[in-house]
Nanobody, 121 residues
């Protein structure tokens, strides 16, 4: 079982930036970031292919968030710019272990503990 450790969360003011990192205990294939705000269901935010050549970011954050990876470090990043209060959530890193589609949110089956992002107005 792969271990995923997120870092980089924190509290920022609206308009600020944060970069989340997720380091895996071993090489992983498809990776994704999810988030869950208080009282809401967890939602997918971004996915990245094993090589990093194909990425997907949901429309609500498309012009502000960027997903990337460094396979030499077994690390995936989520660069978040122009943060808004509605981005406040616990952010989770996830890996797809086994077969599945990178773009399918339900394919992800290994999870980190999460890192909290709080954006104040």
């Amino acid at each position: 079982q792969v271990q995923l450790v997120e870092s980089g969360g924190g509290s920022v003011q609206a308009g600020g930036s944060l970069r989340l990192s997720c380091t895996a205990s071993t090489y992983t294939g498809c990776m994704a970031w999810f988030r869950q705000a208080p009282g809401k269901e967890r939602e997918g935010v971004a996915t990245i292919s094993p090589s990093g050549g194909v990425t997907y970011v949901v429309n609500s954050v498309k012009d502000r968030f960027t997903i990337s990876r460094d396979n030499a470090k077994n690390t995936v990043y989520l660069q978040m710019n122009s943060l808004k209060p509605e981005d406040t959530a616990m952010y989770y890193c996830a890996a797809l272990i086994g077969t599945g589609l990178c773009r399918s949110w339900t394919s992800y089956n290994s999870w980190g503990q999460g890192t909290q992002v709080t954006v104040s107005s």
